[in-house]
């Protein structure tokens, strides 16, 4: 069965960086393209950035260049690296695969159980 | 973006009881919507997608309708295991997706 594993959620200061593993098993990252949403604590869900097969990306305007999606093919895992967090950045992060519809439309089909990111002094 | 108003925002239902949810778009999204159950602490878990079309292993209980630009997910008949909070979400602008805001189903 097809799994998702984020890693690296923390308490981090204003200002402060993090970076956010995703491992997956049973599938491969390099062959699906992979989001990441968030959910701050007792409100809805948020997508942040994708990253294509072909490593195109894509991200929300709240975390445009301060946000940076990656993956390493050899060990199936994809990164969040975030820079200059914000008290806003709270929130639990899921690592998703999009499941292809149609050409251009993707649904959310495999989720990882999150990794908590706060952001606080 | 586009907005989806999700209505009611809270429903408490009895065991066997028939449930509705629905899901309204600021814009027509065809039929590139799709349906997420959560549960407290859990990470969300996909019902529905294409409107209608029930995900691998989610009980036929569940059924999902609509196209355009309003939508619903319907629980035939209430178990005790169908709490949490039901989420939907528009794909057509993908990869920018946009989420309902939830509505959150107790059990009475």
């Known amino acids: 069965e097809e799994h998702l594993d984020e890693s690296g959620g923390a308490l981090v200061q204003p200002g402060g960086s993090l970076r956010l593993s995703c491992a997956a098993s049973e599938f491969s990252i390099s062959s699906n393209y992979m989001s990441w949403v968030r959910q701050a604590p007792g409100k809805g869900l948020e997508w942040v950035s994708v990253?294509?097969?072909?490593?195109?990306?894509y991200y929300a305007d709240s975390v445009r260049g301060r946000f940076t999606i990656s993956r390493d093919n050899d060990k199936n895992t994809m990164y969040l690296q975030m820079n200059n967090l914000r008290a806003e950045d709270t929130a639990v992060y899921y690592c998703v695969r999009d499941e292809r519809w149609s050409r251009y439309h993707y649904y959310m089909d495999v989720w990882g159980k999150g990794t908590t990111v706060s952001v606080s002094s | 973006d586009i907005q989806l108003t999700q209505s009611p925002s809270f429903l408490s239902a009895s065991i066997g009881d028939r449930v509705t949810i629905t899901c309204r778009a600021s814009?027509?999204?065809?039929?590139?919507l799709a349906w997420y159950q959560q549960r407290p602490g859990k990470a969300p878990n996909l019902l529905i997608y294409a409107a209608s079309t029930l995900q691998g292993a989610v009980p036929s209980r569940f059924t999902g309708s609509g196209f355009g630009t309003e939508f619903t997910l319907t629980i035939s008949s209430l178990q005790p295991e169908d709490f949490g909070t039901y989420y939907c979400?528009?794909?057509?602008?993908?990869?920018?997706?946009?989420f309902g805001q939830g509505t959150r189903l107790e059990i009475k």
């Open positions: 814009q027509v999204v065809s039929d590139y």
């Open positions: 990253i294509y097969g072909d490593r195109t990306t």
């Open positions: 979400q528009q794909y057509q602008t993908y990869p920018r997706v946009t």
